[in-house]
């Protein structure tokens, strides 16, 4: 694949596929032996259906045959292809393949080839399980299978999602509407995690004047807790305020308080 041209990559990108992907490949699904854009196409078209019992959906996993857009050549999954040809079947991103030549949407392909042909639009992200925007290459914490989860918010299957999805500085993930329905409510925090989702440092300082300008009684002013800071994981013991406790290594006011801890 390394001899071909980027004339013959870029060929018709982004001028082929459907709403849900833009890429230059059909799938026949296996199911009704029907050619689709996508098994989003194929679960739209089945599920109007008249009869009931004739309505079904795609198993991604099932898919074992291609067809290219381009040229019209059906040829069965694969890492290469078995025809020259086979280079019109590549995505302009919406490889969602990982790990096994036979769980599918598209044509298969190494992850290097995947990650230098798709950097124009996204990287590929085989540690989180998805792809992600380049603009988050180097500048998120990378979870786990984080986009093989269900939304904190609306509990939705997130890799199966035609919903947007933002990843937060935390590495978790979920649907963009859902997290800026929560910071419209006045929630900056993850739901899983509970680390601050935006740059809270404006806050921290309101609060550090309004503690100052507050005056604690008498009986308080020397009593001190435990807390936890939930944006950096460490415990410290800090004066008590009525107003909040702050972290003493990373200044924020994220943290709750915990037991002391229990000595050897």
Known sequence: MEGFSNERFDFGRMGYGCQHYRRRCLIRAPCCNEIFPCRHCHNE????????????ELDRHDVKQVVCAVCDTEQPV???GDKERSVWLLLSCSVTVFGSKNVVTNVWLPVKFRLIKCSFTVMIAGFAGSCYSVALRDNHLCIENSMRHHCPIC??????????TTVLTCGHTMHSDCCQEMLK?????????SKSVIDMSRTWKRLDEEIEATTMPEE???KKV??????CNDT???YFHILGQKCSHCKSYNTCQIAPPVLP
Request: proline share 4%.
């Open 220 to 222: 308080y002013r020397s």
């Open 155 to 164: 509990y939705e299957y997130l890799f199966d999602s035609l919903k947007n």
């Open 236 to 238: 410290t013991e800090v």
């Open 226 to 231: 435990w807390i936890l800071c939930n944006d």
């Open 185 to 193: 409510r006045d929630k900056y925090c993850c739901p899983i995690c």
């Open 78 to 80: 694969s890492s290469d």
């Open 45 to 56: 078209a089945t599920n109007m259906l008249r009869n009931p019992m004739d309505r079904h």
